[in-house]
């Protein structure tokens, strides 16, 4: 259950980033309110998560997936260069995620 705290709040915080990137700069409502329910229930879930995860390994893990993720939805959705730089390094989060993740970051 706790890993899937962790997940449910890092698409929340994918979620979040989405709508500040579509409240273009607080200018619409709708997405600037979700920006900040987003953002509250994810920070509420990744404390969930931190009950029976060490915290150096869920926040990388939450950051490090969510980066990854909005780099990706940048890519796809908001039609963002996907240069071969961007795609590498997002190639590297994810290898930085899995050997986190191998490390045994639960307790």
Not at 1 to 8: D, Q, V
Not at 21 to 31: E, I, M, N
Request: net charge positive; glycine share 12%; charged share 10%.
């Amino acid at each position: 259950m706790t890993w899937l705290y962790l997940g449910l709040a890092i698409l929340l915080e994918v979620s979040g980033t989405t709508c500040m990137k579509l409240s273009q700069g607080f200018t619409k409502l709708v997405p600037s309110v979700l920006l900040f329910v987003f953002y509250s229930l994810s920070m509420g879930m990744l404390t969930l998560a931190l009950k029976r995860i060490d915290v150096s390994v869920a926040y990388a893990v939450w950051s490090g997936v969510g980066t990854a993720l909005i780099a990706t939805i940048g890519v796809l959705w908001f039609k963002e260069p996907a240069t071969a730089l961007k795609l590498i390094s997002i190639g590297l989060i994810i290898i930085g995620v899995v050997g986190l993740n191998l490390s045994g970051g639960a307790h």
